[in-house]
């Protein structure tokens, strides 16, 4: 099963990327930009019988290795379900 | 005392932590392999700086998972020290054996320069050599090491005394210009609550000697050795 992961920044957290993106976009002219935040977006397979599996699976993964939870949330799509 | 200090892939500062723990303070320290368990009945484990892991996914993310880092954490709980410096700080932070997180610096740049410091609580195992306040040149070097930590966690670690080294002007304040990569509350190093887990972002490894530019990292090595006889 494919499966899309977004993972964020905290609301809150220092996002020195989002920052100078906006400040970028702003000086191209896209003055009505608001805050940015950066992100990272994870694609992966994962053989499971049931998209409620994978999706438990995909939630200890997130939760062990690719998220750092202490400032960044994260949510995730299993395609097809 | 024994030291160990790990070999990740991807270290660089491992072989000088070395140099500066055997050749200028004639301690027995030797490498550990980040694939061995074994701490070899290290006292003080040392996380070197680098870049382990090629900072895939996060800085020390992925260190964080290494076997020896098993009996790392062991060690910290059953009360030993560590100590984290630069990418072994971020390794740290990771494995939630200190608070906190490090992200990118402020400016997106990677920096490398001589920074002050100021010690803010020499009742520790990592600081007990200097005197209250007192400031130290060291150098930094990284592209992340901007501190953040949960509002909430902040306050908590400041009321401790967690805190143990904040950037700082020449005078010893310390102003926004001071801060070189944004840290929050311009927090340079940080214990854990039982003050035997601390990490920092500037390389006291780098500093022990004139002609490197400045002794000032020898306070918290000596601190250590001091605190463990």
């Given at each position: 099963m494919r499966v899309k992961v977004y993972i964020t920044p905290k609301r809150g957290v220092l996002d020195p990327q989002g920052r100078a993106i906006e400040a970028s976009l702003k000086s191209l002219g896209f003055n009505d930009v608001g805050p940015v935040r950066m992100g990272k977006y994870i694609e992966l397979d994962v053989a499971a019988s049931s998209s409620t599996d994978a999706a438990s699976e995909v939630k200890r993964m997130c939760e062990q290795l690719l998220a750092?939870?202490?400032?960044e949330?994260?949510?995730f799509e299993v395609e097809g379900a | 005392m024994k030291w160990g200090v790990v070999s990740f892939p991807g270290s660089l500062d491992d072989r000088d932590t070395l140099y500066a723990l055997r050749d200028v303070l004639e301690q027995d320290a030797e490498l550990l392999w980040h694939k061995d368990r074994d701490l070899r009945n290290a006292d003080c484990v040392v996380l070197p700086g680098g870049f382990s892991y090629g900072d895939y996914l996060r800085c020390g993310a992925m260190a964080r998972f290494s076997p020896i880092m098993e009996s790392v954490v062991n060690h910290a709980r059953r009360g030993g020290l560590v100590l984290g410096?630069?990418?072994?700080?971020?390794i740290l932070c990771e494995a939630h054996l200190l608070p906190g997180a490090l992200t990118r610096n402020r400016s997106l740049s990677f920096i490398?320069?001589?920074?002050?410091?100021?010690?803010?609580?020499?009742?520790?195992?990592?600081?007990?050599?200097?005197h209250p306040r007192e400031l130290l040149r060291l150098p930094i070097k990284h592209g992340e090491g901007l501190y953040v930590?949960?509002?909430d966690e902040l306050r908590r670690i400041e009321d401790r005394g967690q805190v143990l080294v904040r950037y700082v002007d020449s005078t010893g304040e310390p102003t926004d210009a001071a801060n070189p990569n944004g840290s929050t509350h311009s927090i340079a190093g940080v214990a854990n609550g039982s003050f035997n887990v601390f990490g920092l972002m500037p390389h006291p490894e780098h500093a022990v000697e004139p002609m490197l530019g400045g002794e000032g990292g020898l306070k918290i090595f000596r601190s250590i050795i001091q605190s463990f006889a």
């Open positions: 750092n939870t202490v400032i949330d994260y949510r | 410096i630069c990418n072994g700080f971020q490398c320069q001589r920074v002050t410091v100021r010690v803010e609580n020499t009742q520790t195992p990592f600081t007990c050599a200097a930590a949960p509002e």
